[in-house]
């Protein structure tokens, strides 16, 4: 792996207003969805992104693909700020990041076929000038991209409904690369499907990766996945970054109570290791996002608790080469 930056997000916060009244609309606060985030991926690594669902992990996703705009901060890719591009250099800019979604059912629009979901992107950067692809060129590489995303050719005239959940994620992974980007923000890819096809699409990304020299944030609520996927994780909560470590310090030997909370619910295949590990409960949901909290983010749900934990915020600090965590007990 190389060690050049490919993406640094710093400060990111992204706040909805919530919105009161039906004729006279004021504003009654915000949902701090993202609260000041910074991490960087560099080129060829997989970050993880993880924490439970709400926690902002879409939203980062959105903020610094350019698809939601940013209350704070700044997102650089390859050394250039993102969010002060003028619109045709962030159009010409987003061909190096893709976003693979969620939903394969909801992603893809039924009405069009496999070969022209994979081909619009490069239709529409073809129309605009922006890229030197003749139609039948186009059409070729779509074709090819199907073949190396695992779909026979044959299903070219198909459409979505006609596909199962893992094969639609196919023609999205492959619609996501048709630019050849550099980036892949892939927005808890395999959650929708079933258990047993998530390692095939997982094997696939896997495989991407390798062939095509791609460098991914991986978004998941799911720690195995990202153990399997990723060499380093950033653990998120209530629109903050709580830890980031290697994979291996982070399931080893990981230190925020948050952290330890969500790894002790992975089940382990080992049936002894497993039977001596106490399983930590997280009391109560994840509190709203529009409440001001002056201490941690976690405080309300922490087994460990501190006095000084509800007064101010504690800070993301280097605990150990590579190791980070934003906690009390390692100050
Ligand atoms: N467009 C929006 N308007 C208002 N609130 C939103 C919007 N998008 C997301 N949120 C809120 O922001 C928080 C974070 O959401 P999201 O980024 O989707 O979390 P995750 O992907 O981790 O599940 C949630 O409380 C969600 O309800
Ligand atoms: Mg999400």
Redesign the pocket.
């Known amino acids: 792996m190389e060690n050049k930056t490919l993406l640094e997000v710093k400060d990111l916060k992204v706040h909805?207003p919530i919105q009161k009244g039906i004729i006279f609309k004021r504003n009654a606060g915000f949902?701090r969805?993202v609260d000041g985030v910074s991490f960087s991926v560099r080129k060829g690594e997989s970050l993880g992104l993880v924490?439970e669902?709400?926690?902002?992990?879409?939203?980062?996703a959105m903020a610094i693909a350019q698809l939601q705009s940013l209350t704070a901060g700044s997102v650089m890719f390859e050394g250039t700020d993102l969010t002060a591009l003028k619109k045709e250099d962030l159009q010409k800019m987003r061909m190096n990041f893709q976003i693979v979604f969620q939903d394969p059912y909801s992603s893809l629009d039924p009405r069009m076929r496999a070969i022209d979901l994979i081909a619009e992107p490069m239709r529409i950067y073809a129309k605009r000038g922006l890229l030197a692809l003749t139609e039948s060129e186009i059409e070729a590489k779509a074709t090819s991209l199907m073949d190396v995303c695992g779909l026979s050719p044959t299903f070219k005239g198909r459409y979505p409904h006609e596909f199962s959940g893992g094969q639609r994620q196919r023609i999205g992974i492959a619609r996501a690369l048709s630019l050849e980007p550099k980036l892949i923000l892939a927005d808890e890819p395999v959650s929708a499907l079933d258990v047993s096809i998530q390692s095939q699409i997982l094997n696939l990304l896997k495989d991407l990766q390798q062939q095509f020299d791609l460098t991914f944030l991986f978004i998941a609520h799911d720690l195995a996945v990202v153990e399997y996927f990723c060499s380093r994780v950033a653990v998120m909560y209530l629109g903050h970054i709580v830890e980031t470590a290697s994979s291996q310090q982070l399931y080893h030997d990981s230190l925020h109570p948050y952290t330890q909370a969500l790894l002790s619910a992975v089940p382990l295949p080992d049936p002894i290791n497993a039977r001596k590990r106490k399983r930590i409960i997280l009391e109560g949901d994840v509190p709203s996002?529009s409440k001001i909290h002056k201490g941690c983010p976690f405080v309300e749900r922490c087994p460990k608790a501190m006095k000084q934990c509800s007064l101010t915020p504690p800070r993301l600090k280097e605990v150990s080469p590579g190791h980070e965590v934003a906690c009390f007990l390692y100050e």
């Open positions: 909805f949902i969805a924490g669902s709400g926690c902002g992990k879409s939203t980062t996002p």
